[in-house]
């Protein structure tokens, strides 16, 4: 048996596999054995090649090389929105959308949905019990996170994924 981790690739950016496979390809006992751009592909190429760890939609260089031995030793590492994804790919299923909201935390949901309901940063640190600057620090995440410009279309967004409807 072969102390090698093998390890198949999978994101829909050729440039961003090729800088992971490139960086990975450094660390010792990591084997690159394929690659895949979509959730199909990875499930018909983990169904051949049987790798040790899959790294989906990857994650930064600093917790790669752990996650891969994390995962190699039975660890569970994956991220809700690529588990979400994963699943939808064995049953077939499709979705239109990412499910983007699941990267959040469930703190930055919190926050997500008190300036939905149009509270300023000092209700929302009030409500939640923490200080106005981690209410902005939280903001930021989501913003960054969610892909969007302000704190209205964050509240536009939370609406129209019925985030305002879930855990009242």
């Known amino acids: 048996m072969s102390d090698e981790i ?10 961003v596999r090729q800088s992971v496979r490139a960086f990975l390809e450094t660390q010792p006992g990591i084997d ?3 690659e895949a751009s979509t959730g199909d592909e990875a499930v018909a190429l983990c169904a051949d090649l049987a790798p040790d760890v899959v790294l989906m939609d990857l994650v930064s260089s600093n917790e790669l090389v752990s996650a891969v031995r ?28 990412p ?4 990267d959040l935390s469930k ?8 300036l939905s309901e149009g509270l300023s940063n000092a209700a929302i640190a009030e409500a939640l019990f923490i200080s106005e600057k981690t209410v ?3 903001v930021s995440n989501i913003l960054s996170k969610l892909h ?8 536009v967004f939370a609406w129209r994924e019925g985030l305002m409807d879930a855990d009242k």
């Open 107 to 114: 703190r930055e949901m919190e926050v997500l949905k008190s």
């Open 70 to 97: 994390k995962a190699a030793r039975g660890e569970v590492t994956m991220h809700p929105r690529v588990a979400a994804r994963m699943v939808q790919a064995l049953q077939g299923g499709r979705q239109k959308s």
């Open 148 to 155: 969007l410009a302000d704190r209205t279309q964050a509240a």
């Open 136 to 138: 902005k620090s939280h």
């Open 32 to 34: 690159i054995v394929g």
């Open 6 to 15: 093998t390890v198949v690739l999978v994101d829909e950016h050729r440039r």
């Open 99 to 102: 499910l983007i909201a699941a």
